[in-house]
């Protein structure tokens, strides 16, 4: 249930957003590699992972998952 909730928010946001949060928390790409890999400022990444995981977090509640 939680993959498949998974796939259906990444599905739904930016595409920067997807990116970036894989890069992070899947293939655990640090701060500084996401930023360079992309030419983005770390404080931009750090903010777009903030804001994704909040979104995350409110999704999964919506889905009624308890995080």
Same mark, same amino acid.
Do not use: H, P
């Given at each position: 249930?939680?993959?498949? +909730? ?6 739904? =946001? /930016? ?6 949060? &894989?890069? #992070? ?6 701060? +500084? ?6 030419? =983005? /400022? ?6 777009? &992972?903030? #804001? ?16």
């Amino acid at each position: 249930e939680i993959g498949r +909730a998974m796939n259906v928010f990444l599905e739904n =946001i /930016s595409q920067e957003s997807r990116v970036i949060f &894989l890069r #992070r928390y899947w293939f655990c790409d640090t701060i +500084a590699e996401i930023a360079e890999r992309y030419g =983005i /400022s770390e404080s931009k990444v750090k903010m777009r &992972l903030l #804001r994704t995981r909040k979104q995350l977090s409110e999704f999964l509640n919506r889905e009624g998952i308890a995080v």
